[in-house]
């Protein structure tokens, strides 16, 4: 999924800043000690009996972007996440939304932080079986104080867009996994936040159901560019959703980048290890196996394929012509790419050396 134009890199939604939480006796001392910081999870619990779910997390949410946070089961994600609206304490650390302190946050301005501006989706939907899908919707709206009528029409324009038409008044009982899922996405929608928060939210549902949702997510950014963090332990699904990725392990962050950096760039053994089954040639962009333009004759003729096309549609354009592509940006060729580098991307083989053998 690719950033929308309008990012503002100097403004980011939220701002994390050398956040912990630490479980367990006396747990506001731990960030502070250098020592036990630098301890491994096993070592921190036999010394202090503490648990670090999160360990000096730093990153930025920029506008309009999708930042997945993943990892294994208890690297901290679903801490990290929770953290950022307080639903857990932080131990230490920054956190601001716009701007603004949310560890500073009474109590009034928190309700006002998840009601309004940060709505969350969660795996488990925690709907309500005695009311109709439609006042299901409408249920934070209510919680803000709506009236039943005008709740009930906002809900409705939010029913169309997550594919819900005509169900309106069935019950939670009578929908498949995925609907009840889509009711819990429009629920949060309904109260139109400047960014959804998704922790695991379809690790429950069948592959294909699952897939069917991602496809919402996808749809939903690319018509409103909402600005999301999603949550997930799930690989193909944090490359095929995010426009950044945080790959944590034993609550701190061991690599932050694009789906293409985490691929083709991994920090260490760790993250190699992570993402060495990936299909490169699905994630991996043309920009990555262009090379420069040799003679005229190449940069007028020939397919032209566009600098941010996935490697796998480059191939195609290759295979289908027998010829060298051109790469096009604005209206001007900016490389070529052919079989050489592309067999290159795939293989995992700097383009540069490839085209120099």
Request: aromatic share 4%; proline share 4%.
């Amino acid at each position: 999924m690719t950033a929308p134009e309008q990012t503002n890199a100097a403004e980011p939604v939220f701002s994390v800043k050398n956040l912990w939480k630490v479980f367990g006796p006396k747990a506001d001392r731990i960030p502070a000690d250098k020592e036990c910081a630098e301890l491994t999870a096993e070592e921190l619990r036999a010394r202090t009996g503490c648990t670090a779910a999160v360990r000096d997390v730093s990153f930025d949410v920029q506008k309009g972007e999708v930042f997945v946070v993943m990892g294994l089961s208890g690297s901290g994600k679903s801490t990290l996440v929770r953290c950022l609206t307080r639903l857990i304490e932080p131990t230490s650390g920054a956190i601001a939304i716009d701007g603004e302190d949310v560890l500073s946050m009474d109590r009034s301005r928190l309700r006002e932080l998840r009601r309004h501006r940060a709505s969350m989706v969660f795996q488990h939907f925690g709907l309500l079986p005695h009311r109709s899908v439609i006042d299901n919707i409408a249920y934070g709206l209510e919680i803000q104080g709506m009236g039943r009528a005008e709740r009930r029409a906002k809900a409705a324009e939010v029913v169309e867009k997550v594919g819900l038409a005509g169900m309106e008044e069935r019950r939670p009982g009578q929908l498949s996994g995925g609907q009840q899922q889509r009711v819990g996405l429009a629920r949060a929608l309904a109260v139109d936040p400047e960014v959804l928060l998704f922790d695991e939210p379809f690790s429950a549902l069948d592959p294909l159901i699952r897939r069917d949702m991602q496809e919402e997510v996808v749809r939903l950014h690319r018509e409103e560019g909402r600005t999301m963090v999603f949550i997930t332990h799930d690989l193909s699904e944090a490359l095929r959703l995010g426009t950044r990725i945080a790959l944590m392990r034993d609550g701190r962050i061991v690599q932050l980048g694009t789906p293409e950096e985490i691929v083709g760039s991994p920090a260490d053994d760790y993250v190699r290890d992570f993402v060495r089954d990936v299909a490169r040639e699905q994630v991996m962009t043309v920009r990555t196996a262009m090379r420069p333009a040799g003679d005229a004759r190449e940069t007028e003729t020939g397919a032209s394929v566009s600098p941010d096309a996935t490697v796998s549609s480059a191939i195609e354009a290759v295979a289908r012509t027998g010829e060298p592509a051109r790469v096009m940006e604005n209206g001007r060729c900016i490389g070529i790419v052919d079989h050489q580098g592309l067999l290159a991307v795939v293989a995992g083989i700097d383009t540069a050396k490839a085209v120099a053998a």
